[in-house]
């Protein structure tokens, strides 16, 4: 595979990532009945979103025609559980927290890997790095909720 082709290749599995967190964030907005999560969760699918389109232009101007613009199947997988844990749960804010985590641990690595690509252009590499910090920092954000969740 030539460089530009991987590089191509490991933007639209982080944008396929992102439209997963996106759309996971959404629904676990909409799931939650605490007033300060729908908003958080709510703030972070936005964020996703944005995060995706800056990708997706970045794949563009590396010659990509049709960047990636849908979430993965196992993403869509992933949504169904939470609607399934939520729907169990009646909603329960605690398990929907862990769900995100566990959403958030996929997008993590997926960011660590994407930062292994040798070849990433300077502003590309910048761009995966200040995302991957406030993705991290999204997943530490729902691991600290989940656990102020259990002592509760």
Known sequence: MSHQKEIISTLNDLIETLKDGQEGFRQAAAAVSDSRLKSLFGDYSLQRSRFAGELQNEAITLGEHN??????????????????????TSGDDHAILAECER??????????????????????????????????????????????????
């Open 103 to 152: 959403g958030e641990d996929s997008a993590v690595n997926e960011y660590k890997k994407a930062m292994e690509v040798e070849d990433l252009s300077a502003p590309i590499r910048e761009i995966i790095s200040r995302q991957f910090t406030d993705v991290k920092g999204a997943h530490d954000r729902i691991r600290e909720l989940r656990d102020a969740g259990k002592k509760n």
């Open 67 to 88: 960047p990636e613009n849908t979430s993965s199947t196992a993403g869509a997988m992933h949504r169904a559980w939470i609607n399934l844990k939520s729907a169990i």
